[in-house]
């Protein structure tokens, strides 16, 4: 337990980085056990509120496949996948949409308002946020990848204050909804919004060396260097999408990308306001901070 002397001191010692960061957009991908664990939940909640207040913005994109799997479950229905992507079909769609625009991006936005913030659920369909076309993999039914970010809706929201809470379904241009991998809405929205940082919360602890070595954590690497992890296989499985999405956020102007163990308590705000951080950040070659 912290002292008044000791509070007031780790304030002080933020000072530089909420100088560094104050108006920046910070885009966080939430899932994993971050948002299934009801302590860890909170604790990301007010990280998100804390950000808020202290003068960043906070733009938060979630999953909720677990949750997915349950309402599923209720209505007999069995999940499929197909080399780790939800196979999505017609009924199954329905349930996604239900359960990420309805209930799970509500609850996120009530637990967020209830911590003293302001926020408003968004998916993909409002206001033409972002549209969708199929993935291009046969076999997997209404599984959709980013085509288009229209942030006209979203900017005033964020420049009022609100932080937008956004689930990861959206349509084509003919009213078919889709269901889109999180990790890639997320990078898509930091790259259109010129975001500071890309922020993936997962059941990791970053990007290793060695897949099972934890202590062999790549703490720091450009684009180039992350490629050849993807090349030399080293970074493998359900990694490369994560990886492939921040890169592909660094091309379009995002400023850093970070993939951080959502289970260490408080990590967002370990990752943001220290020098270390808790995970792997990803930078274009000429980044400084």
Known sequence: MLNDSDRVQVLSEALPYLQE???????????????????????????VVLLACVGLRPVVV???????????DKLGIEPQFNNGLRVTDA????VVEMVLVGRVNKELVSLINRAGGSAIGLCGKDGNLFKARPEGRTGIGFVGEVTSVDIRMLVPLIESGYIPVISSVAEDNN??????????????????????????????????QDYH???????RMDIQQARNLI???????????????????????????HIIDGR???????????????????????YSP
Request: charged letters at 20%; one cysteine or more; a negative charge.
């Open 175 to 208: 009213g078919q909804a889709y269901n889109i991998n999180a990790d890639t809405v997320a990078g898509e929205l930091a790259a259109a919004l010129n975001a500071e940082k890309l922020i993936l919360l997962t059941d990791t602890p970053g990007i290793l």
């Open 21 to 47: 960061f104050a108006g920046r957009t910070i885009v966080v991908k939430y899932g994993g056990a971050a948002m299934k664990d009801s302590l860890l939940k909170e604790q990301v909640i007010r990280d």
């Open 231 to 257: 090349d030399t296989g080293i970074v493998s499985g359900g990694m490369i999408p994560k990886v492939s999405c921040c890169v592909r956020s660094l091309a379009q102007g995002v400023r850093a990308a």
């Open 62 to 72: 979630h999953g909720g496949g677990p949750e997915i799997n349950i309402w599923l």
């Open 213 to 219: 070595d934890p202590t062999s954590l790549i703490r």
């Open 91 to 94: 009924t199954t769609m329905d």
């Open 264 to 286: 260490i308590p408080h990590s967002l705000l370990l990752e943001i306001f220290s020098d270390s951080g808790v995970g792997s950040m990803l930078v274009a070659s000429d």
